[in-house]
């Protein structure tokens, strides 16, 4: 296990902690990460965002729970865009994780620093978050595998919402294996957590994926070239591989950003100075304005943009032109997908449409342009499917990850997949000094 | 998308903006109301689910308890006699 000095200077380089344990035993069984957004005894729960600082939980996360029950240790809490809300891990209040392949590129996010502690730490796993992608986008762009289960499988008890209609508790790991090994351990009912159902719980013994139905997507030439490389892999291990194409996608990514904001701004309405975290505000002003001036100081612009987004959305007027629409589209999407699970196991795209962007690339990027650069990763996590991000080949020395997605419940194809692909697939480390 | 309804939006949200912040949210927002417009073509269904998957309401039992002692959650909190201390409310 990773001792504290060495975890010190390595955070040090690659700032994908935003606080780290005050010592670490030896004696534990695994050693093991949680996304800034998941409470943890001992620790800050800040998930991103300065309004929060000093807020320390006096409860375990359910999944943090299980973890340490199971024998695990927790080391430190990730870095993460403020709330989750982004793609790069950049919009966060306590430093921006370094991608371990190119310091000068992202993590991706909003789980850049659970991404790059599995990539640079021998034998770790990290707890993670997706609302919309945020463990696939930077699974992919660290080059690790990491894997969102079926919506309700994993207790949220314990998660600073983000969208609580797509939340997911997920696990990433440069080992295939330690996703089968540990999602079992942090799934289950959970009467702290309206949404766990859970149902049927995660087979044992992992089913074989037989079939994949690849959806083709805008994706770059470097990409595009690992992926299809990675289909006649899948070829060559008797996957039946089919080209298919999926009409209902491109209304994915607008459904998902009116559901996700609206969702969002509802949640952050809580955050006022008050009741978590800061409360070193000016008590003489009256309720209103406190709240006001809290907010407007310590809550980071992605943040706010989301906020005033999902608030306009839900106004009396707009509420059937978006929110009600989106949810429509919801539907439609899954019935899609469970249309093509009808015939297929599961369906293959790139995680990503392109490989982690350098910091200076994405300063320059307006905000939808940063939105769209969800666009492959948001439709299972819009539809509360199983998905499954696997590193498949490099473009230009950065990893390519490829994304499996099966039909809800079916989440033991996805770890069994992975299992198979690792045997098969020579993973690249990066070189960490310490 | 204008600058009176951005302010009016943050204003609901407790978010007081710099002009700076008005015209940067004014011109954000217009690009992805835009961009939103594809959902005009968009295949709707009915009964809309506000879930993913179904899931049934567990709701805890109606039984007063203390999961935390109080003197815990008052710990890191701004008090004064053990009460919590608020802005002012007139």
């Known amino acids: 296990m990773i001792d504290l000095p060495d975890l010190s200077k390595i955070n040090e380089k690659y700032r994908m902690f935003s606080e780290i344990a005050s010592e670490i035993s030896t004696d534990a069984e695994f050693a093991f990460s949680a996304k800034d957004n998941l409470t943890a005894v001992g620790f800050q729960a800040r998930a991103g965002s300065a309004i929060l600082e000093g807020y320390r939980p006096l409860f375990d996360a359910a999944c943090i729970e299980k973890m340490r029950s199971a024998g695990g240790f927790l080391i430190g809490k990730t870095n993460m865009d403020e709330f989750g809300f982004g793609s790069f891990s950049m919009n966060s209040a306590y430093g921006i994780p370094r991608n371990p392949y190119d310091t000068e590129r992202s993590c991706g996010g909003s789980s850049g620093g659970a991404a790059c502690a599995a990539a640079v730490i021998d034998g770790h796993v990290a707890l993670g978050v997706s ?20 919506y309700g499988r994993v207790s949220r008890h314990g998660l600073i919402d983000y969208g609580n209609s797509m939340d997911k508790v997920g ?28 149902h049927p719980p995660l087979q044992k013994r992992f089913r074989k994926l037989r079939s994949v139905a690849i959806v083709k997507g805008e994706a770059s030439a470097g990409v595009d ?7 006649e892999e899948l070829r060559s291990m008797s996957v039946d591989v089919e080209t298919v194409s999926m009409d209902s996608l491109r209304y994915a990514l607008p459904a998902y950003y009116v559901l996700a904001s609206a969702e969002g701004s509802t ?34 612009e992605e943040t706010k943009r989301r ?11 707009f509420r059937d032109k978006y929110y009600a629409k989106a949810l429509g589209v919801r539907n439609a999407i899954i019935s899609e997908y469970k249309s093509i699970f009808e015939r297929f196991d599961a369906v293959l795209t790139p995680t990503m449409p392109f490989i982690s962007p350098r910091f200076d690339e994405i300063s320059g990027m307006s ?13 299972p996590n ?20 490829m994304m499996l997605v099966a039909d809800h419940w079916n989440d033991d194809i996805l770890l069994s997949a992975a299992e198979e692909w690792q045997k098969r697939f020579d993973a690249r480390r990066s070189e960490v000094a310490i | 998308m204008d600058r009176e309804t951005v302010t009016k939006v943050a204003r609901i949200a407790h978010l007081e903006l710099t002009e700076e912040e ?25 009964g809309l689910l506000l879930n993913p998957v179904e899931v049934s309401d567990v709701l805890r039992p109606d039984e007063p308890h203390m999961e935390i002692p109080a003197d815990a959650l008052l710990a890191d909190m701004n008090t004064y006699e053990r009460y919590v201390r608020g802005p002012r409310v007139q």
């Open chain 1, 307 to 317: 906020v005033i987004l999902g608030t306009f959305t839900r106004m009396m007027g």
């Open chain 1, 367 to 379: 905000a939808l342009e940063t939105y769209r650069a969800d666009v492959l990763s948001v439709p």
């Open chain 1, 382 to 401: 819009l539809s509360g499917l199983p998905h499954i991000s696997m590193p498949c080949g490099y473009s230009e020395g950065m990893p390519v990850g």
């Open chain 1, 267 to 300: 949640n952050i309405a809580r955050y006022c100075g008050l009741r978590y975290g800061r409360q070193d505000g000016d008590l003489s002003l009256k309720f209103d304005d406190y709240f006001t001036k809290m907010r407007s100081e310590y809550l980071g």
């Open chain 1, 171 to 198: 696990i990433l790991s440069q080992d295939a294996k330690d996703l089968g090994k540990y999602l079992p351990i942090i799934s289950g009912d959970d009467r702290r957590d309206p949404a766990s159902c859970n």
């Open chain 2, 22 to 46: 008005i015209e940067l949210y004014r011109s954000d927002l217009e690009e992805i109301l835009d961009y939103f417009r594809v959902l005009d073509g968009a295949p709707s269904s009915d």
């Open chain 1, 225 to 231: 070239a690992a992926i299809r490389s990675a289909e």
């Open chain 1, 131 to 150: 609302t919309g992608g945020s463990i696939a986008c930077p699974a992919s762009f660290c080059g690790v595998y990491g894997m969102a289960p079926t």
